[in-house]
């Protein structure tokens, strides 16, 4: 089973950016999944932010941060990046990674367990 790990949440100011990384403990299946970031808020369902195939062909982007958020990921290191910029109080929410999901270009769905995830507070 792949355990993955997200790290680079914190403040940040709002229009500000900060910048996420997801890593896999498993190498060998990493690389051959579709993979994505996931956001929670208290209350609320998690919700899809940005999901990547496994050969970066292919990516998913939520409508509320479509051009300011970019993913990538890089198999040979097993890591998985969320770049986000121009920040809103609105983003502000628990930040997960899922090492397999189901996407097409318009839905993301987690199919696998998620890591501990990382907190992100953006401040108005």
């Known amino acids: 089973q792949v355990q993955v790990v997200e790290s680079g949440g914190g403040l940040v100011q709002a229009g500000g950016s900060l910048g996420l990384s997801c890593t896999a403990s498993?190498?060998?299946?990493?690389?051959?999944?579709?993979v994505g970031w996931f956001r929670q808020v208290p209350g609320k369902e998690r919700e899809g932010v940005s999901c990547i195939t496994w050969n970066g062909a292919l990516t998913y982007y939520a409508d509320s941060v479509k051009g300011r958020f970019t993913i990538s990921r890089d198999n040979a290191k097993n890591t998985l990046d969320l770049q986000m910029n121009s920040l809103k109080a609105e983003d502000t929410a628990m930040y997960y990674c899922?090492?397999?999901?189901?996407?097409?270009?318009?839905?993301?769905?987690?199919?696998?367990?998620w890591g501990q995830g990382t907190q992100v507070t953006v401040s108005s």
């Open positions: 498993i190498g060998l299946t990493f690389g051959t999944y579709a």
């Open positions: 899922a090492a397999k999901v189901s996407m097409t270009r318009d839905y993301c769905s987690a199919v696998s367990s």
